[in-house]
């Protein structure tokens, strides 16, 4: 069944940048509610960001100014631009998805495997 794949991940210093990439496994016909999430060891999964349909977006309050989501329709992807990495922003980070339209159904609720992002010097 469709999956959405993460990359983009690493170990950067301090005030560095990463960029994280998210793309469905396989053709489908359209993703809705696209977003990012984040879980940093012995903390709950919480919100980065996330892209409703037209221009809404919504931020968590420590990644305001210097994160950026965007998305491209045309190839069902959504992207995480991290600028100006601190060291509390490490943690595996997911993908999600509210629904995916595939060519066979519906899937909900949809999760990437996750990406380690690690920021240190």
């Known amino acids: 069944q469709v999956q959405l794949v993460e990359s983009g991940g690493g170990l950067v210093q301090p005030g560095g940048s990463l960029r994280l990439s998210c793309a469905a496994s396989e053709s489908v016909r359209s993703i809705n509610g696209m977003g990012w999430f984040r879980q940093s060891p012995g903390l709950k999964r919480e919100l980065v960001a996330v892209m409703g349909s037209g221009d809404f977006t919504n931020y968590a309050t420590s990644v305001k100014g210097r994160f950026t989501i965007s998305r491209n329709n045309a190839k069902n992807a959504v992207y995480l631009q991290m600028d100006s990495l601190k060291p509390e922003d490490t943690a595996v980070y997911y993908c999600?998805?509210?629904?995916?339209?595939?060519?066979?159904?519906?899937?909900?609720?949809?999760w990437g495997q996750g990406t380690l992002v690690t920021v240190s010097s």
């Open positions: 999600h998805a509210d629904n995916i339209a595939t060519m066979r159904g519906y899937r909900f609720d949809v």
